[in-house]
């Protein structure tokens, strides 16, 4: 059972266009939201992080959306550039710490 | 800055074998983490180290064990190896009760 649910499963953005990426979870008890970035055959990184004390944080082109109510929250890159085609995970974490994740959205961005 | 460190970055291994992954923290952090990660598939929980004692434990068969030594390095011990456990293995450690965790570059270990 997904206890973290990702969509959509693949995305296709033109370049400068925006990139939405939504994650939903039923546990709540999770307190930490991050978004990973994967290249192929390396390892995930993280690209920016939210708490659920929190609506929206903003890093530079990312953007996490946080609802709290609906147990829902979301990753918007905007102006999207080919170098962003990526994987990309959302995660929860809760009292053990360790990582709940999505099951990973493939973004490609066409130049 | 100084990143986890993952060894090696590659392995083959024959069915039934066995291998050892190691992973070296980035330092003053003193919690590891083991993933597996198969084809296509969002990295998967397998064990977690804090203060050298286990602290949690995910999907992790019998056949693998791993711990924690005083210098925070980890390892993480495979036996009886399956074709099923080729996967990319990823360790990531975060800084004492921090939420955050850094992933190292992996381990691709093929079963043949």
């Known amino acids: 059972q997904q206890q973290v649910k990702q969509s959509p499963q693949s995305l296709i953005v033109q370049k400068g266009g925006i990139s939405i990426i939504n994650c939903a979870y039923e546990?709540?008890?999770?307190?930490?939201f991050p978004w990973y970035q994967q290249f192929p055959g390396k390892g995930p990184a993280l690209l920016i992080a939210?708490?659920?004390?929190?609506s929206e944080k903003k890093e530079g082109r990312f953007t996490i959306s946080f609802n709290k109510s609906a147990k829902q929250f979301s990753l918007h890159i905007m102006d999207s550039q080919p170098g962003d085609s990526a994987t990309y995970f959302c995660a929860a974490i809760s009292g053990t710490y360790k990582y709940i994740f999505g099951t990973g959205t493939r973004l490609k961005v066409l130049a | 800055a100084a990143g986890v460190i993952q060894s090696p970055r590659h392995l083959i291994k024959e069915k039934r074998e066995t291998a050892t992954l190691k992973c070296y923290p980035i330092p003053r952090h003193d919690t590891v983490y083991w993933y597996q990660q198969g084809p296509g598939q969002d990295p998967q929980f397998l064990i977690s180290f804090y203060e050298k004692m286990q602290s949690d434990k995910g999907s992790i068969p019998d056949r693998f064990s791993a711990q924690q030594f005083s210098d925070y390095h980890s390892e993480l011990n495979m036996s009886s190896l399956e074709l099923g456990d080729s996967a990319l293995y990823f360790c990531?450690?975060?800084?004492?009760?921090?939420?955050?965790?850094?992933f190292g570059p992996g381990t691709r270990l093929t079963v043949l």
């Open positions: 990531a450690s975060s800084r004492p009760r921090g939420y955050e965790q850094f």
């Open positions: 546990n709540t008890a999770f307190d930490y």
């Open positions: 939210i708490r659920p004390d929190v």
